[in-house]
């Protein structure tokens, strides 16, 4: 397990303004954290929804949410708001003057369908070193058209 498979902290926070109540394993919280730290922590053997309850709690101990992995970030994704990420790996070239390839590289990035209609919602603009990080700015993308409520079918 690596932080890197789960949503970031702050993207954490909105999927929880956005609605997000699926049990999960790992949470965010400020407890016991100095005030500019937040501790990705583990729920122990049952997964739980961190986003609901303790709301009566002071606010030192706020924000207390769900840490989704990407997996269960970008499937809410589909099942909640029919918004389908694909991350995908690209490859492309550079030529001499000669017409034989002198540089090739590989890349990945992303793009936004709905999952009823088909259609392409949002289509990749920017290189990503690996999957973890497209699918991550492809959620973060999606999450923006939420909160915006630019999601258009």
């Keep these: 397990m ?4 789960f949503v970031t902290y702050d993207i954490a926070v909105r999927f929880k303004k956005a609605g997000f109540d699926w049990p999960c394993y790992f949470y965010y919280t400020k ?3 100095t005030d500019d730290e937040v501790w ?3 729920a122990g053997v049952h997964a739980k929804d961190w986003n609901s309850g303790r709301n009566d709690e002071p606010d030192f101990l706020k924000p207390l949410c769900s840490a989704p992995s990407l997996w269960e970030a970008q499937k809410w994704l589909r099942d909640e708001w029919d918004i389908h990420i ?6 492309d070239c550079s030529e001499d003057a000669d017409g034989k390839v002198a540089d090739e590289w590989t890349f990945w990035a992303f793009d936004i369908y709905n999952t009823e209609s088909g259609r392409q919602i949002v289509d990749y603009d920017e290189e990503y070193d690996n999957y973890e990080a497209a699918l991550s700015a492809g959620i973060e993308a999606a999450l923006k058209l939420i909160e915006e ?3 258009d079918t």
């Design 2 to 5: 690596n932080n890197e498979d």
């Design 31 to 33: 407890e016991n954290a």
């Design 40 to 42: 990705f922590t583990t």
């Design 86 to 91: 694909d991350a995908c790996v690209f490859g």
């Design 149 to 151: 409520g630019d999601i």
